[in-house]
């Protein structure tokens, strides 16, 4: 995140300061706004314990320099007068909710560990305890789709090359560049053990909230702002439009609702946090964001999982999205449904305008989850899947606003029908109906209006998206 954002996106109300604008005592530390740690004060009540509170010569074993490795095992005796700076970083969150708690006031805490970045440095005795060579796999996908247009490809090679040991490998910096398999299960392998070094850590700081006496009373939300290509698609890295680096965990402990513990398949998004913990707190819900946003302090354009919270099984959205550059003129837009994610690559223009040009469509992608889960085959430019792609490029352009989940009452529009409508319409569309079913058999009778639902609901979508053009040339 840029440390100008408040000049060069907006002046907006962050999650930390809605709270503290509302009585609580807003303290956080570690990796929570990127670059913009230590600038962003507004957010806080108390001083903001920063990731730049480490200079390179503090950071012990986990500095960038030349001669760095991507991961690094550390003897767990070695860390004890050189702690990492995620165990610094859960020192203070304990220290902090002690304080929190004599306080006896409301308030919101947020805690940022920045691993699994790279470089991977961790304690020994987790890759020793937990990942032992003889568990670690290689990708099953370890190439790119096929039919991947070359736009939706991050090269990774140029960021793994800061460190030495990817220097020695002299890889080549071509899509469908591969790593040796013994050094890929090595740094699979680093990957995993930092995970479950973080995972200690949070469960330590829960573990204090409880000896403290907080945890029933205590909302607690575990978020990740993106995941990670491990060689899967033939990529190392973050920032791309596949499923593996835009699918989060997103876990919320609300005492009371989530104590037996929930899961769900329903679509979410992490835009959806912000109005979940206002609800959830009972503080005054927030104002949808009108479309052009940038002068507007306080909105969100997220939605309240509160009634998921309450039934798993409710759905709320029917698409989720997401969006990555490429260089600094071509935007890549997603949309995921249940069954599909389907990605525009458009031009892009930055800095002051930050516009795109929906008009020119540089590359699609279509991949289809019921048969291809792990996005092995781009099936953009598959005849069969046209109606699909028509769909879901109308959908994607008219955005979040038209992907909420309306619920459907069959039982409060048949009495509405019943009561509006004149009793001899009602006979005489019955009889029709009897007539259609005779003449052409019911099974050919849904057909005819499954296919007719589906072309109201893409005229519609049309229609909205012309009215959307029309009120923006005003």
């Avoid at 260089?327 to 795109?356: D, H, L």
Wanted: with cysteine; aromatic share 12%; net charge positive.
């Amino acid at each position: 995140m840029s440390p100008k954002f408040r000049e060069e996106g907006g002046n907006f109300t962050t999650l930390p300061q809605y709270f503290m604008q509302n009585g609580y005592t807003s303290v956080g530390m570690g990796k929570l706004f990127g670059n913009t740690d230590t600038t962003e004060t507004i957010s806080w009540s108390k001083q903001y314990f920063s990731m730049s509170f480490f200079n390179a010569s503090s950071r012990n074993f986990e500095t960038k320099g030349g001669g760095d490795n991507s991961w690094l095992a550390v003897p767990d005796e070695e860390l004890v007068s050189k702690p990492l700076i995620d165990r610094i970083v859960a020192d203070y969150a304990i220290e902090t909710l002690r304080k929190v708690a004599k306080a006896k006031d409301n308030f919101f805490m947020a805690v940022g560990f920045r691993k699994p970045h790279l470089p991977h440095v961790f304690p020994k005795s987790f890759m020793d305890k937990y990942y032992p060579e003889s568990v670690i796999r290689l990708p099953s996908n370890p190439h790119v789709p096929v039919n991947m247009p070359d736009i939706a490809w991050n090269n990774w090679v140029a960021v793994l090359q800061r460190y030495k040991d990817f220097r020695e490998l002299k890889l080549g910096n071509e899509i469908n560049t591969t790593i040796p398999d013994k050094k890929t299960l090595e740094l699979r392998r680093a990957y995993y053990s930092a995970v479950a070094w973080v995972d200690s850590l949070i469960g330590e700081v829960i573990s204090e909230l409880h000896d403290l006496g907080l945890a029933d009373n205590t909302i607690i939300s575990f978020v990740s702002d993106h995941g990670y290509h491990l060689g899967e698609n033939g990529i190392w890295t973050k920032r791309t439009n596949f499923e593996i680096a835009t699918r989060t965990p997103l876990m919320l402990h609300i005492p009371g609702l989530t104590d037996n513990g929930f899961q769900t398949e329903q679509l979410v998004e992490t835009v959806d946090l912000f109005q979940t913990l206002v609800e959830a707190t009972g503080l005054k819900k927030l104002p949808e964001c009108p479309e052009y946003s940038r002068s507007v302090e306080l909105c969100t354009e997220g939605k309240s999982l509160m009634p998921l919270i309450k039934n798993p099984n409710t759905p709320l959205k029917s698409a989720a999205f997401s969006q990555n550059i490429r260089g600094s003129r071509t935007m890549g837009y997603t949309i995921r449904t249940n069954r599909y994610r389907y990605t525009e690559w458009v031009p892009f223009q930055g800095k002051p305008v930050y516009q795109s040009d929906w008009s020119v469509v540089i590359a699609r992608e279509l991949y289809d989850h019921d048969i291809d889960p792990e996005e092995n085959f781009n099936r953009a430019n598959v005849s069969s899947y046209k109606d699909v792609m028509s769909e879901l490029s109308v959908k994607l352009r008219l955005g979040y606003r038209h992907s909420t989940v309306v619920t459907y009452n069959i039982t409060e529009n048949m009495i509405y029908f019943y009561f509006k409508m004149r009793p001899c319409v009602i006979f005489f569309m019955l009889l029709v109906a009897v007539l259609i079913v005779r003449r052409i058999g019911l099974s050919r009778v849904f057909r005819h209006i499954r296919g007719f639902s589906e072309r109201y609901r893409v005229q519609q979508t049309e229609l909205l998206l012309a009215n959307k053009r029309v009120e923006k040339d005003r």
